[in-house]
């Protein structure tokens, strides 16, 4: 979604070295994709609400749907704690079509964009093809639709996203299971983090066969049921499936109490990871215990 109407600054530049040759509608598009693309850049939420019609649709690279909620929700989040930053954006062989109140906007693009929260990681370079639909309405132009569509990605380099997203995942745990309260991990945004890696439609397969969703997970760590002295990670594997999917396996040791009662057991496990807003996500996982000699 950070490439929603990328082209803008670019068409618009193009089109006012040559306004002359733009009729009135046109240029008056022009000036609406200016501030469009503004608005998404600064994340003006208020300009977004007007722009974005009840029935806008955001198809993103991995075919996934989101709605104008979604879309806001997306924009609100990214104001209040930004996920990435962009390095490079640039744009390829650009068209714009404006006829009577309808318009379309296509264009190649290169993006390269690294986390904000993490100074390691490694800058990640997508291409693809993005469009964008306008409507006017009421006197007012409108975004109606928008889809990227993205080139394959390097495997080699999802992979080792994704054994990191798992590693951070290990250690998230670690600091939600040390003993710390309630209020403590609330103001150290512990929670916040967590939320932020679950995706929507989460599920968690116990070894016992309990199936657990996101809110249960999270309820979990806020009653502190389960304290965790240690993590290890014996094994990790990730086989990529798609430019938005990758599938990691392994074996993990934890060392730790609940309900006073002492455990050290080694589970084998499975977890889904999607790319989704721009950062990778857990959408499933599912644990099994296994001898220590296994």
Same mark, same amino acid.
């Given at each position: 979604?950070?490439?929603?109407?990328?082209?803008?600054?670019? +068409?618009?530049?193009?089109?006012?070295?040559?306004?002359?040759?733009?009729?009135?509608?046109? %240029?008056?598009?022009?000036?609406?994709?200016?501030?469009?693309?503004?608005? !998404?850049?600064? @994340?003006? =939420?208020?300009?977004?609400?007007?722009?974005?019609?009840?029935?806008?649709?955001?198809?993103?690279? *991995?075919? @996934?749907?989101?709605?104008?909620?979604?879309?806001?929700?997306?924009?609100?989040?990214? @104001?209040?704690?930004?996920?990435?930053?962009?390095?490079?954006?640039?744009?390829?062989?650009? %068209?714009?079509?404006? !006829?009577?109140?309808?318009?379309?906007?296509?264009?190649?693009?290169?993006?390269?964009?690294?986390?904000?929260?993490?100074?390691?990681? +490694?800058? @990640?370079?997508?291409? /693809?093809?993005? $469009?964008?639909?306008?409507?006017?309405?009421?006197?007012?132009?409108?975004? =109606?639709?928008?889809?990227?569509?993205?080139?394959?990605?390097?495997?080699? !380099?999802?992979?080792? #996203?994704?054994?990191?997203?798992?590693?951070?995942?290990?250690?998230?745990?670690?600091?939600?299971? /040390? /003993?710390?309260?309630?209020?403590?991990?609330?103001?150290?945004?512990?929670?916040?983090?967590?939320?932020?890696?679950?995706?929507?439609?989460? $599920?968690? $397969?116990?070894?016992?066969?309990?199936?657990?969703?996101?809110?249960?997970?999270?309820?979990?760590?806020?009653?502190? %049921?389960?304290?965790?002295? *240690? =993590? #290890?990670?014996?094994?990790?594997?990730?086989?990529?499936?798609?430019?938005?999917?990758?599938?990691?396996?392994?074996?993990?040791?934890?060392?730790? $109490?609940?309900?006073?009662?002492?455990?050290?057991? =080694?589970?084998?496990?499975?977890?889904?990871? !999607?790319?989704?807003?721009?950062?990778? %996500?857990?959408?499933?996982?599912?644990?099994?215990?296994?001898?220590?000699?296994?």
């Amino acid at each position: 979604m950070k490439t929603l109407l990328a082209s803008a600054a670019l +068409v618009f530049g193009l089109a006012s070295a040559a306004a002359a040759q733009h009729s009135r509608t046109e %240029q008056e598009f022009l000036r609406f994709l200016a501030e469009y693309d503004q608005a !998404v850049a600064s @994340r003006d =939420i208020a300009f977004l609400e007007r722009s974005l019609p009840d029935d806008f649709v955001f198809t993103g690279a *991995s075919g @996934r749907k989101s709605d104008r909620a979604r879309t806001l929700k997306y924009f609100e989040q990214e @104001r209040a704690r930004p996920s990435y930053r962009t390095n490079l954006l640039k744009h390829d062989h650009v %068209q714009l079509r404006v !006829v009577g109140d309808m318009a379309v906007v296509t264009n190649d693009y290169t993006a390269q964009t690294t986390p904000i929260d993490d100074s390691t990681a +490694v800058p @990640r370079t997508t291409t /693809g093809r993005h $469009t964008g639909v306008f409507e006017k309405r009421n006197g007012r132009w409108m975004v =109606i639709a928008e889809q990227d569509t993205e080139q394959a990605h390097n495997d080699k !380099v999802m992979e080792k #996203e994704i054994l990191q997203a798992g590693r951070e995942y290990n250690e998230l745990t670690m600091r939600l299971s /040390g /003993g710390r309260s309630y209020t403590e991990l609330e103001a150290a945004g512990q929670f916040a983090a967590l939320d932020r890696l679950l995706a929507e439609g989460y $599920t968690l $397969t116990s070894p016992s066969g309990e199936l657990s969703t996101k809110e249960d997970l999270l309820e979990s760590y806020r009653t502190n %049921q389960v304290k965790l002295d *240690s =993590i #290890e990670i014996l094994e990790q594997t990730v086989r990529i499936v798609d430019n938005n999917t990758g599938i990691e396996t392994g074996k993990v040791r934890y060392v730790g $109490t609940t309900n006073g009662a002492r455990f050290d057991v =080694i589970q084998r496990y499975t977890a889904t990871w !999607v790319l989704w807003d721009d950062r990778w %996500q857990v959408i499933a996982e599912h644990e099994s215990v296994v001898a220590p000699e296994d």
